[in-house]
């Protein structure tokens, strides 16, 4: 028989977990949002960045820098950028000068620069019409209410891949040329462009390679040692004292090395102290670390899975268990298309026709979380391949079955 509890008290199993003493004393710090006060190894860069933009300060209205920075994940980009601005504004609050930082992650908003300028747009009118404009007219009436509002705007792109695999040269073409269509008026709106990839920019038009490329920020892969540093500061603020030890920051470090890819050792810190809480241990062990790097690949974390829909996902489970099953590199647009069908019944959903297919697909390549390529040897007639390289598919049709069945 089982005993019936009351549905407003906590369950014993959660009522202990929280009742248990931890080894945190801010998880703050170990967080993805959180900016550092500082930047080890990058601060280099940051100070480049400074030079970049110094007219912005020293003579406002005359110039409006563009600069182009690259780097693989975990390279410290979207953390650069984020502590430049907001320096940046705080400088600017100093000198009594009209600046505001914007950070926009352009796979956020599927690589659509109309949805990244109305994001921008909203954050002066929160009541901005939602339709009834081109991505064109919104930049002419962005570039309008700076000019009303005296205001200079240095806007970042991030994963800036997703809007050039979206849309082509024309988008960044007008963000970096739309200013010279308005001659003798001060300009407003200054540019940071952040690629993953640099091989990206040989998509763009002549004109627009030109103008990112006299600017670029490229940033490298992280040392062990530096990893050490970053993770040993994080350490230092995160949790309590003599609960990490030196050789756990190193084993960490070495583990995130072949990628430089801070990200991921400030997140294997992180649940390393998770599953050493859980145990109600006193300290992080290498164990804990071996424990945290088995249940998380990169594609798996989330900022690379919050921005997909719930078709995204069946999409994605769907070419998962095909690869699986076939234990295939990769699968055909058409059998994907079949199990996907197959998903969306199992969780009760209306499938999508083939084109609107076809475009979550391109959303899904533009994140990075598959691959296509068209067939070559081995298949009948044209058609596209679709892959995983980030992460088995195993672990990407385990992690997608879990995210579904909580959601149901």
Known sequence: MIEKTSLSAPSEIVRDALSKPTIFKDEGPLSLEWLPPRLPHRENQLRFLAELFRSVIDKPGTTSPKVLITGDIGTGKTVLTQRFGTDMQRTAKTMKLNLAYIHVNCREYRGSLFMILKRVLQTFTPQFPQRGFSSEELLHILLD????????????LDEADSLIKAE??????NLTRIQEERPGRPVRLSLIIILRELRNIEDL?????????RNVIRLDHYTTPQLENILRERAELAFKEATVPEEVLNFIA????PGGDA????ELLWRGGKYADTEGAREVKPDHIRAAANSVYPVLRTEYSQHLNLH?????????RVLERNNATYATMGDVEIAYRMACEEHKETYRAHTQVW?????????????????????????TLLGISSAPASAIRRWLESTLSIRA
């Not at 082509?168 to 073409?173: D, I, R």
């Not at 038009?205 to 490329?213: E, G, I, P, V, Y």
């Not at 070495?254 to 090395?257: I, K, S, V």
């Open 145 to 156: 209410q700076l000019e009303d509002k005296k205001l200079h705007i240095i806007l970042t």
């Open 168 to 173: 082509g040269s024309t988008s960044l073409y």
């Open 205 to 213: 038009d002549r004109s627009t390679q030109s103008t990112l490329q």
């Open 254 to 257: 070495d583990m995130a090395t």
């Open 263 to 266: 990200r991921y050792a400030i």
């Open 312 to 320: 995204e996902k069946l999409i994605l489970l769907a070419l998962a």
């Open 359 to 383: 475009k979550y697909v391109q959303n899904l390549n533009a994140t990075g979380i598959l691959s296509t390529q068209l067939s070559t040897t081995g298949f009948r007639g044209k058609t």
